[in-house]
């Protein structure tokens, strides 16, 4: 925002200033309107311009107890690794010590009955009370899962923290407290369909207040992931079907809107784009496709994952992007080690990948 000049030089010479009503008025008008075009940038990047092939700085995992299937969720609790398993046939929270990965205990079992989940949903990162809360399409509760009380209890039941509704319910959450969450709302329209939406989310009543920004006027059919970050007052919603990032104020201000090369407003979903993103300190970074969601494989059709990480700095320009040739499915940041943890579909279940390992990405 440029300067507005107040004072005259200091000058025996210059004429007397004259009060004028207008002068000023035009002058705050000015002031305005130069602050106004800070509202939205638009930024152009190409995910195929700079890659990295990061393969050999993965390192694997070793999980050998307990089973835990291809869609294991993993999120980081204060000093606890936490996997989250929809489909397990038996226990459905896992958790890990998160510098040894060592086993340590597991609860939650598939049911309806009193403290069971029937249809589990997201699994979220409460590190104020050591817990994770794990939301519960079935019986529409969110549950929490105490950690020091699943180390201490064989038997542990978790206990509801709050209500969902079935019409308008959380599929991406950012925790901050129980008042206040920033959270993606499925805001269901039919049978068939919803309208993604982000708003601050209060987890004990349920009541949402939505971001005035509710998509982008090209798209017709929004399906986007998303992720906030408190700490930088922002939040991303990246696209599934459309080559596009948007970045916000968490006051749901537009900051910036990436186009990407494949950008186009086409309501097609042959291709797909971005996936859950991860704000890992100075860094927004995104696993990305980039192609098609369905390629033929042995005659069958199969689900393509991402195998790329699209990084962006806090401003939305395009840094570089890394291609770890592994399937990935599942990611989280671990900020203690400042390292990203997978789920993997390849020969290998679990990895991670040391973000300072990656030679010059801390420098850029």
Not at 160 to 185: C, E, W
Request: include cysteine.
């Amino acid at each position: 925002m440029q300067s507005i000049q107040t004072k005259e030089k200091a000058d025996v010479y210059a004429p007397k200033r004259i009060f004028n009503p207008l002068i000023n008025l035009c002058a705050l008008l000015m002031l305005f309107s130069a602050c106004a075009k800070e509202e939205t940038v638009e930024k152009h990047y190409d995910a195929r311009s700079n890659i990295i092939n990061v393969k050999s700085l993965m390192h694997e995992i070793k999980i050998e107890e307990p089973p835990i299937s291809m869609w294991g969720s993993p999120v980081i609790v204060n000093d606890y690794l936490v996997v989250g398993d929809s489909k397990s046939y038996d226990s459905l929270v896992h958790i890990f010590d998160r510098k040894t990965f060592k086993y340590l205990t597991s609860a939650g079992t598939f049911g309806q009955g009193p403290g069971e989940l029937s249809n589990m949903g997201e699994t979220i990162a409460v590190e104020a009370r050591n817990s994770v809360y794990v939301v519960d399409h079935g019986s529409q509760n969110i549950y929490e899962f105490q950690i020091d009380s699943m180390l201490q209890n064989s038997h542990y039941l978790p206990s509801s923290r709050g209500k969902i509704n079935g019409m308008q319910f959380p599929i991406f959450t950012h925790y901050v407290n129980d008042t206040l969450s920033y959270a993606l709302i499925a805001d269901v329209l039919n049978f068939n369909d919803y309208h993604p939406r982000t708003a601050r989310y209060n987890l004990l009543t349920g009541k949402m207040e939505f971001t005035e920004y509710a998509g982008h006027p090209e798209i017709e059919r929004k399906r986007v992931s998303m992720a906030a970050s408190p700490e930088n007052n922002l939040y991303a919603e990246v696209y599934w079907y459309h080559d596009l990032v948007t970045l916000h104020s968490l006051d749901g201000k537009l900051k910036h809107i990436l186009y990407g090369a494949k950008w186009n407003n086409q309501k097609s979903s042959k291709n797909e784009y971005f996936s859950h993103p991860l704000f890992c300190k100075d860094k927004l970074i995104i696993p990305y496709v980039g192609g098609e969601r369905f390629i033929k494989k042995n005659g069958k059709e199969t689900s393509v994952y991402p195998t790329k990480l699209v990084v962006f700095d806090l401003k939305g320009n395009y840094i570089e992007t890394l291609e770890t040739e592994y399937e990935i499915l599942h990611l989280c940041y671990d900020p203690y080690s400042d390292r990203l943890i997978f789920s993997l579909n390849a020969d290998i279940q679990f990895a991670y990948l040391d973000l300072k390992s990656i030679p010059g990405l801390d420098k850029k």
